[in-house]
């Protein structure tokens, strides 16, 4: 396979066919930099030869070029002997420089620094109550619950922050967010009597981090909140950040498990240091370094979220079907129990996020395919089953009383309700009537705002008027 | 004639080692070295034997350095290592134990085309 049609090669100067051959060595991930330039030297060498024997210069880049080999045996030879470069690396290792490939998160870089930084101090600050007499106990006190958002998002906005250039008012405006809110959900937790278990308390721990998630949003996309795109990475950012987090969180539980039973082998028991120091910190730091590498391997590794997503969403539709169909046959109502609005609000919410993170992957200029049907008919399912609950529950709601967890509940599902509605009539129209898929992104898009507004008044307003109860 | 795939596979490191044992050398000249020592009989695709060097080198038997060259250019050189040297004194006695194996049947093969009396009688037992 010669790089270039001989014809061509002949107008070329020897210059640019050999950038043309390197070009297509470098295409392959097989060969690297140094492989390509070690090739090189030998290609001029035999093109020098070659010449010396009294061949024209084009006619010796052709038999060197043939001598060397076809370009698709050579990589596949390479391959062989270097299978490991045909895994991407997100690179952690010191030797990366001379690899061309540019890594991100190479060891000992300064992003890395910072970011460790960021997540020791994020670590010791979780501490810091401790040093007031606060002690770490979800059964004593709910500080630590609703101050955990302030304890590691700040410093994940404080590694944007520093990373990248945001506008001081936008750094104004995050860090105001930030103090105003500790401010107030901390005269509410002091507000509530500490042996009362406040449900207005719990809720604003629950719907507190959405809020604030909007803050780091600011600071991650540099203050260029307008223009969906942006925004479109900050979902992606979201969705990676939660799965290293988890891939990190179960390395921590074994480190932790192992931990414990080795200490326990010679007579020690860790529990207390366990729940007072690992945890706590672990956490704390845990958040900062997944969003440092999430952001260290975006261009290195595939997203993993959409991955997910596609896997799931057939999966998904096909047993939301079998439950309406099952419904339909049997007869069978929902059984109208307290925790049945939960549920239904869980199961919207995967679907949610199923559909979030397929079509964040989604090229909007691809023509509709099979999997955009499977989509509706996820959305379509997700939204026949929460009518049915909904009409089973309605009509004893009145019965129950409107408490603030059922309200929150009730508000949340009205708020995935319109959303996987909105998302579906626009998917219709997309598939039948051929309007852009962008749409659809760009209504998601503008919908990040009333999550964070729904979540804001769950968090800030239902304490005060639910009287703090 | 043109050598098997296989025999210049397997040939290719004890060559490799062998050559870098003369003193340390870059691709090109190990791949003029060969054709030379076989009076050009043994043929390499002249990418092929990058890989080799590669793996060579990630066995410890032979260690690179990036130099100028007297062209200007960034050059890789090889040369061989310790451990190299050994497996080159290993290779080299498996290598004459074939060969010494071959050439004796080679003459015995020779000898029963000349004269038809086998030289060797297998023993039923």
Known sequence: MDPKHPRDLVEDSLEMQIDAWRAHLRRSRAITAPDVEELEDHLRERIASLEDQGLSEDEAFLVAVKRIGAIDALTREFAREHSERLWKQLVLSGDAGYDGAEPVATYGSRTMWVALGLAVAAALAIKVPALFGIPFDPDQTLFYPINISFFTLPFIAAYFAWERPVPASSRAWVAAAFVLAAIVVNVFWAGTPADETADTLTLSILHLPLTLWLAVGVAYVGGHWRGSGRRMDFIRFTGELFIYFVLIALGGGVLIALTFALFQAIGLDLELFAQNWIVPCGVAGATVVAAWLVEAKQSVIENMAPVLARIFIPLFAVVLLAFVVTMAVTGRGIDVEREILILIDLLLVVVFGLLLYSISARDPLAPAGLFDWLQLTLVGTALLVDVLALWAIGSRISEFGFTPNRLAALGMNVVLLVNLAGSGFLLLRFLRGGRPFTRLWEWQMSYVYVLAAWAAVVAFLFPPLFGFE | ?125
Do not use: C
């Not at chain 2, 190990?30 to 034997?49: A, C, F, N």
């Not at chain 2, 498996?94 to 003459?107: A, C, F, G, N, P």
């Open chain 2, 1 to 125: 004639m043109s050598i098997n795939k296989d025999l210049v596979a397997a040939s290719s490191t004890p060559l490799v080692l062998a050559i870098l044992g003369e003193g340390d050398s870059y691709g090109y000249a190990i791949l003029q070295r060969v054709r030379e020592l076989s009076g050009g009989e043994l043929e390499w695709t002249d990418g092929m034997l990058y890989p080799v060097l590669h793996r060579l080198e990630r066995s410890g038997l032979i260690e690179s350095r990036w130099e100028k060259a007297e062209t200007g250019r960034k050059r890789k050189y090889y040369g061989v290592t310790d451990a190299g040297r050994e497996q080159l004194a290993e290779e080299r006695r498996q290598w004459r134990t074939v060969d010494e194996t071959l050439r004796k049947i080679w003459s015995s093969v020779a000898e029963f085309a000349r004269s038809g009396m086998p030289v060797y009688l297998p023993q039923r037992s």
